[in-house]
């Protein structure tokens, strides 16, 4: 009985093992810098309206509400009128007004998720422009929309 108990622990030890040294050795990157030529143009255009929408939305208490045309299910299901006002009491105590969209730094796509990640420098009150990062599918509906403090990586 107890040798049979050894084993098992032996063998998930092992095991537990072998899975670390597979996913440490591996050198592929999940999210990488994308060139912006090779961007649909359509997207990119959409991930900043999209941003400024919901935005200046924020701004006047006039909340966007999203359709199955521009946007993910999780993301119809899940930004409500409630975490957008939640969030615009989040983003205005953190980092000020809304003032514009700000420029387009970089777009990445996450190759496990084939998901593009849109990130802007936003023009708030505040000194410290925040990230405003839009996330869209491959169909390049809306996935996720974040206002954060600017990191220079994203990793």
Request: aromatic content about 10%.
């Amino acid at each position: 009985m107890k040798k049979s108990w050894l084993n098992t622990i032996l063998l998930k030890c092992i095991l537990l093992i072998h899975l670390t040294v597979i996913t440490s050795c591996n050198t592929t990157k999940q999210i990488t810098k994308v060139d912006s030529q090779k961007v649909n143009p359509e997207h990119e255009v959409f991930s900043s309206e999209i941003a400024h929408q919901i935005l200046t939305g924020m701004n006047t208490g006039d909340y966007i509400t999203l359709n199955e045309n521009i946007a993910a299910d999780a993301m119809v299901r899940g930004f409500t009128y409630e975490v957008q006002q939640n969030a615009a009491f989040q983003i205005s105590m953190n980092f000020g007004e809304y003032a514009g969209p700000g420029e387009l730094v970089e777009i990445l796509y996450d190759r496990k998720a084939n998901l593009f990640i849109y990130r802007y420098r936003g023009d708030f009150e505040s000194k410290t422009d925040p990230e405003v990062r839009v996330v869209l599918n491959e169909d390049g509906k809306l996935a996720g929309f974040f206002v954060l403090g600017w990191r220079d990586n994203l990793q």
